[in-house]
T-cell receptor
Framework: DSGVTQTPKHLITATGQRVTLRCSPR?????VYWYQQSLDQGLQFLIQ???????AKGNILERFSAQQFPDLHSELNLSSLELGDSALYFC?????????????FGSGTQLSVL | GENVEQHPSTLSVQEGDSAVIKCTYS??????FPWYKQELGKGPQLIID?????GEKKDQRIAVTLNKTAKHFSLHITETQPEDSAVYFC????????????FGQGTELSVKP
């Protein structure tokens, strides 16, 4: 167990809908990362937060947004969902979000858009 | 740019044999190169990492080597066991990109009993 908690484990929804994925980092970690894993794209970095502030942004669609709350948990919001958004979404955390830190991953949320 | 390439995409070995997975990275990578193992239905799990001040690191049956001149690093698993079957990902951190990791495309390792 990595100590990173993600909920829900599975989510099934329809096109055009909006969902929220939740992540609680390991105790003591201040930085949270979101990754998307699809069969043809591997693990793609979406966005990183450190202590409530956005630190780095990857290939995150404008329909997607995230935030990190004062208690350090993070939420990834996906809206106007399309079939192609179906994927595994992982959250990871690290101590301070700095270069060369170890990242620890949660078990992921499997999103299916029908 | 930030890029990590991983080969092979699939690898099948007989139990007890060795397995080697190789990755190359682009110029701007820093000095931190972790390897993750992902089992079906689970998240990536950190199994070993290496920093550029060493050329090799070993942990029981797993070893990683790094050649900074050639910009490549490799994962070596010896005496493979069926429970080693999983998808393995290499990754690298990149200067001026905070703590995020860029991942290779993954290698599906199958160890046949």
């Amino acid at each position: 167990d990595s100590g990173v908690t993600q909920t829900p484990k599975h989510l099934i929804t329809a096109t055009g809908q909006r969902v929220t994925l939740r992540c609680s980092p390991r105790s003591g970690d201040l930085s949270v990362y979101w990754y998307q894993q699809s069969l043809d794209q591997g693990l793609q970095f979406l966005i990183q937060y450190y202590n409530g502030e956005e630190r780095a942004k990857g290939n995150i669609l404008e329909r997607f947004s995230a935030q990190q709350f004062p208690d350090l948990h993070s939420e990834l919001n996906l809206s106007s969902l399309e079939l192609g958004d179906s994927a595994l979404y992982f959250c990871a955390s690290s101590v301070a979000g700095l270069l060369n830190e170890k990242l620890f991953f949660g078990s992921g949320t499997q999103l299916s858009v029908l | 740019g930030e890029n990590v390439e991983q080969h092979p995409s699939t690898l099948s070995v007989q139990e007890g044999d060795s397995a080697v997975i190789k990755c190359t990275y682009s110029d701007s990578a820093s000095n931190y190169f972790p390897w993750y193992k992902q089992e079906l239905g689970k998240g990536p799990q950190l199994i070993i990492d290496i920093r550029s001040n060493v050329g090799e690191k070993k942990d029981q049956r797993i070893a990683v080597t790094l050649n900074k001149t050639a910009k490549h690093f490799s994962l070596h698993i010896t005496e493979t066991q069926p429970e080693d079957s999983a998808v393995y990902f290499c990754a690298a951190s990149f200067y001026n990109q905070g703590g995020k990791l860029i991942f290779g495309q993954g290698t599906e390792l199958s160890v046949k009993p």
